[in-house]
């Protein structure tokens, strides 16, 4: 069956760590990638995304994922978070043809302690 | 507003009643999705509407749930005889097609 895997439920981290948050995808076709984020109280935002081209991609707030095809992955990384970085992170995926819906995974919670 | 806006962003009805959640997305984006999230669990999948038509509706878990989008912009998901599992939070999002989806802040639903 088609889903997204996210291995982190909950990441707790001092401020100034590095991040890495895993996620895997189980689909045989080209897909885009996403990483969204959810801070407390607020509504899923796009962190970056995926569609082609270069695999390591930027996105805001010093995020960054790279997509390695081979391993069906696309982990979200930043090397030094602050404390505003805690929020809930969402990894999602959709195929470039066919179905137009974002299958989304479970979800990982990032503390960060001052 | 330029967001997408849900409205209610809370109900508490009972089990067995007739529920409404309304969505309206950002001017000009001709898809529209509604997702369910529960605690502790991402988004999953209900319905996706291009235009007028419910382009996928796969996700919706039986025939108590339905959804309408008729002229194109503003969505109504509708869910019949409540059940107590049926509470979540109901996210809608819109977008200009397989790209970028931007979600509202979501309707609370809470089934006593």
């Known amino acids: 069956a088609q889903s997204v895997s996210q291995h982190n439920h909950h990441v707790i981290l001092s401020e100034a760590a590095s991040l890495e948050l895993g996620c895997n995808y189980s689909?045989?076709?080209?897909?885009?990638l996403f990483w969204y984020v959810q801070y407390p109280g607020q509504h899923l935002q796009l962190l970056l995304k995926?569609?082609?081209?270069?695999?390591l991609v930027k996105g805001i707030k010093g995020f960054e994922a790279e997509f390695i095809k081979s391993k069906f992955s696309f982990n979200l990384r930043k090397p030094s978070v602050q404390w505003s970085d805690t929020a809930e992170y969402f990894c999602a995926v959709i195929l470039q043809t066919g179905a137009n819906n974002l299958f989304f995974g479970t979800g990982t919670r990032l503390t960060v302690i001052p | 507003g330029a967001g997408v806006s849900q409205t209610p962003s809370n109900k508490v009805t009972e089990k067995g009643k007739y529920v409404e959640l309304r969505c309206d997305p950002i001017s000009g984006h001709t898809a529209l999705y509604w997702y369910r999230q529960s605690l502790g669990q991402g988004p999953e999948f209900l319905i996706y509407?291009?235009?007028?038509?419910?382009a996928d509706d796969s996700g919706l878990p039986n025939d108590r749930f339905f959804a309408v989008r008729p002229e194109g912009s503003v969505s109504t998901l509708k869910i019949q005889r409540t059940e107590r599992g049926d509470s979540a939070v109901y996210l809608c999002?819109?977008?200009w097609g397989a790209g970028e989806l931007f979600f509202g802040e979501g309707s609370r639903l809470t089934v006593l």
């Open positions: 999002a819109s977008s």
């Open positions: 509407f291009q235009g007028t038509g419910a």
């Open positions: 995926y569609f082609s081209g270069d695999p």
């Open positions: 689909y045989g076709g080209t897909v885009n």
